[in-house]
């Protein structure tokens, strides 16, 4: 019978060190006898504080107060005395605070559920009122996000290694156990799960475990390519609705809590571009807006051109944040998106609490340069001259929306490359930023399947009128720059380049720090103009690491990321 489900301990498997790892630590830096604490939880024996705490009988601020009264009767009944410093509350303390998610673990069984796997942590865990109760919230909250189950001992009754609590999690999962493979770091946890017939695996190191789960269960754990992060469900994520002014209404996709990230998505995108960003930011400590843009999917708004300058647009986002009682945010913004993000640090500092750019750099406006001279000169953005004739374009676009996404949503992988490229010179002569393009091109690798049939469908509401128009505002978008000639851009920044994309080409950002002076700089070398999507993990990890930094907050680096 094939394996079908695995099963992860949480403490040692999925959270290290494990709480005898932090048991041992402990009682090492105030020289207590070896396995000190765990003599004394199992001396305490079925009825002790350690056991009742993990079938949920008491909380762990009640396990700690008579845990460090059985410590002292212990060394007391050994002739012994503790040091002064012992302490049973230090030690819960330093199990929350020094552990730290195994992300190989963690990559391994997203990639295990992307291939038809159940997976389901099954652990032995208190319910936690102490002091450090929102480190656990968090843990909890991202393993149900990417497990199909979680099991905790204190919420069924049973706790490891009694066999009943497998015979519970083979009922609630519907499994045999011939179907199941199981991790634990402890031996004794694994001892009743192998005799009913389950595979198990004692974890000691990760490489060794990842190299047995592989073989198990058949799917390549090691040496896989970048894993893709878990992506947002546009059907199990909470929306949001803002009114703006008559007319225009701002969408908007909500997850987690923490300090405010507002993603600002480009062209021809949607909120669901940011798919693989919002769980992964979430995750980290961060509240997490994700706009559909205005004109874009259902943020509804007139077809007036004049509405999708970029003076109206931020003015609607100002609002936007004001209506939320959001008084700051930072702003991430992708493509158009990111002249947003920009011009929101420029023209309302006050509302920015730090700016990034994915692949759209920061150039203050030439006043000596006709913004649409300089867009004829230059024959890279001749798709964009096309773009300006009202219905032209979007008689194009829309004829076939499905091949107009597989033709202009595509990585730079070989394997991605349609047999003749998309090319955004000659546009105009050419009668079509398509035309000469594929009639049926194969399925793009990064928008398929469900995800093509999404945007798809956000597209058929309102075809691309709203979203073109932003095109036909570069002159009151030039002239607007120029009304902040010689400004700088003082808040905390990032700017991301991709090495393959080449309309936004890094080279474009040379300089920036002159207007500038907090830039912080990320390069994703193999990746081309699509970066949230193909190059996710690379992007996320950027985007974390810069957010920790910018807020300095050392309860958002409490869990490693995906």
């Known amino acids: 019978m094939a394996r079908r489900l695995v099963l992860f301990d949480l403490g040692g498997v999925l959270f290290t060190p494990s709480p005898l790892g932090i048991f041992g630590r402990y009682e090492a830096s105030l020289a207590l006898p070896r396995n000190f604490l765990q003599n004394v939880i199992v001396g305490a024996g079925p009825d002790g504080p350690y056991a009742r705490a993990m079938r949920g009988e008491i909380a762990v601020s009640q396990l700690v107060s008579e845990l460090e009264e059985d410590c002292k009767k212990f060394a007391a009944s050994s002739g012994a005395s503790l040091p002064e410093k012992f302490s049973v509350p230090q030690v819960f303390e330093d199990i929350m605070t020094q552990g730290k998610l195994n992300t190989a673990i963690l990559q391994a069984a997203v990639a295990l559920r992307s291939n038809g796997f159940t997976t389901c942590v099954l652990t032995n865990n208190w319910i936690d009122d102490g002091p450090q109760r929102h480190i656990m919230a968090l843990t909890l909250s991202l393993l149900r996000r990417h497990f199909d189950l979680v099991i905790e001992s204190c919420r069924v009754g049973l706790k490891k290694p009694d066999p009943r609590i497998y015979e519970y999690a083979l009922g609630v999962l519907k ?34 475990a990842l190299k047995e789960l592989q073989d198990l269960c058949g ?72 706009l559909d843009m205005k004109g874009y999917g259902d943020s509804t708004a007139p077809p007036d051109i004049e509405e999708y300058s970029q003076e109206e647009i931020c003015k609607d986002l100002v609002v936007f944040l004001d209506k939320l009682g959001i008084s700051q945010a930072v702003f991430i913004g992708h493509d158009w998106g990111g002249a947003v993000v920009w011009n929101m640090s420029l023209f309302y500092p006050e509302r920015v609490r730090a700016v990034a750019g994915l692949n759209t750099p920061y150039k203050p406006a030439n006043p000596k340069v006709d913004v649409m001279e300089m867009i004829k000169a230059q024959p890279l953005l001749d798709y964009q001259l096309y773009f300006q004739e009202p219905g032209v374009a979007e008689s194009e676009l829309e004829k076939d929306l499905s091949r107009t996404f597989r033709i202009v949503i595509r990585s730079i992988r070989k394997e991605d490359h349609l047999p003749v490229p998309l090319n955004s010179t000659n546009v105009r002569e050419r009668g079509g930023l398509l035309a000469g393009l594929p009639e049926d091109p194969p399925p793009s690798q990064i928008l398929a399947g469900a995800d093509l049939q999404f945007f798809i469908q956000q597209y058929k509401k309102f075809g691309f009128r709203r979203p073109l128009n932003w095109y036909r505002n ?22 991301v380049t991709a090495g393959k994309d080449f309309i ?57 990321k995906l």
């Open 504 to 560: 936004l080409h890094p080279n474009l950002s040379k300089g920036m720090e002159e207007w500038i002076p907090q830039l912080t700089r990320g390069h994703i070398e193999e990746c081309g103009h699509w970066t949230q999507t193909e190059r996710a993990a690379a992007l996320n990890k950027i985007l974390i690491n810069w957010l920790e930094d910018v807020h300095d907050n050392s309860l958002l680096q409490k869990i490693s």
């Open 175 to 208: 499994a045999k156990p011939q179907e199941v493979i199981f991790l634990d770091d402890v031996g004794a946890n694994l001892k009743p799960a192998r005799e009913m017939g389950i595979a198990t695996i004692l974890f000691k190191d990760t490489d060794a």
């Open 474 to 495: 570069m002159r009151a978008n030039w002239l607007w720059s120029l009304s902040a000639k010689g400004r700088k851009i003082l808040v905390p920044a990032l700017m």
């Open 219 to 290: 799917i390549q754990l090691l040496g896989r390519e970048e894993t893709l992060p878990i992506a947002c469900d546009p059907v199990n994520v909470t929306h949001g609705y803002v009114p703006i002014k008559p007319g225009v209404q701002l969408h908007f996709v909500e997850m987690g809590n923490g300090p405010v990230v507002c993603l600002c998505h480009g062209f021809p995108e949607s909120w669901f571009s940011w798919r693989y960003q919002i769980p992964a930011l979430a995750e980290a400590g961060f509240r997490v807006l994700a």
